[in-house]
């Protein structure tokens, strides 16, 4: 199975800080990459997919870039609502695998 | 709306067996594929199953294989999650989620990732 590690697996950080997370793939996945964010007790929520690709009515703030094995997330600009955990998954292989997720926190 | 709302859990003792129910409303059930993924508490999100558009196509994670079967009911619009031998390690919180058609190559089956999610239904293994 193809193993995705995500980093830092926390953070804090403020409103209107820009945010980085990153997902690194044990071996290339060629963008077929997603993110979710979930919130406590929510179910998750796609934000992007195919690595860069936002999803529908997700806010324009979120982004994704990567290639190869390494992906990231980054947030332009935290807003209160985007506290959450989010997670990276890959859909290169027959095994869909989740990274272990990244809990961003209030500072 | 396009809603998944699942159904099924509860407690179950160890080596028991539970059936998990997911409706699907608001899209053409038929065309989409369907998963199950789970949150043991605390815990990260684990992929267990998937289920082509015609259930023509299934997969299992290994942590399941032999113990869960997903299948669907295209004419009543909901998937299913017959889970057998459960074990403590085998509580979570289930979540069905929907899917792009998957796509194959040779022999083997390609799924997508997860653009609409049910609320999840909590799933409890304990004598």
């Known amino acids: 199975d193809i193993q995705m590690t995500q980093s830092p697996s926390s953070l804090s950080a403020s409103v209107g800080d820009r945010v980085t997370i990153t997902c690194r793939a044990s071996q290339g996945i060629s963008n077929s990459l997603a993110w979710y964010q979930q919130k406590p007790g929510k179910a998750p929520k796609l934000l992007l997919y195919a690595a860069s690709r936002l999803e529908s009515g997700v806010p324009s703030r979120f982004s994704g870039s990567g290639s190869g094995t390494d992906y990231t997330l980054t947030i332009s600009s935290l807003q209160p609502e985007d506290f959450a955990t989010y997670y990276c998954?890959?859909?290169?292989?027959?095994?869909?695998?989740f990274g272990g997720g990244t809990k961003v926190e209030i500072k | 709306e396009v809603q998944l709302v699942e159904s099924g859990g509860g407690l179950v003792q160890p080596g028991g067996s539970l059936r998990l129910s997911c409706a699907a409303s608001?899209?053409?059930?038929?065309?989409?594929?369907m998963h199950w993924v789970r949150q043991a508490p605390g815990k990260g999100l684990e992929y267990v199953s998937a289920i082509s558009s015609n259930g023509g196509s299934t997969y299992y994670a290994n942590s399941v294989k032999g113990r869960f079967t997903i299948s669907r009911d295209n004419s009543k619009n909901t998937l299913y999650l017959q889970m057998g031998s459960l074990r403590a390690e085998d509580m979570a919180v289930y979540y069905c989620?929907?899917?792009?058609?998957?796509?194959?190559?040779?022999?083997?089956?390609?799924?997508?990732?997860?653009?609409?999610w049910g609320k999840g239904t909590t799933v409890t293994v304990s004598s």
């Open positions: 998954q890959q859909y290169y292989s027959t095994h869909l695998t």
């Open positions: 989620a929907r899917g792009r058609p998957p796509y194959y190559y040779g022999s083997e089956t390609y799924y997508y990732y997860m653009d609409v």
């Open positions: 608001g899209f053409t059930f038929s065309s989409y594929a």
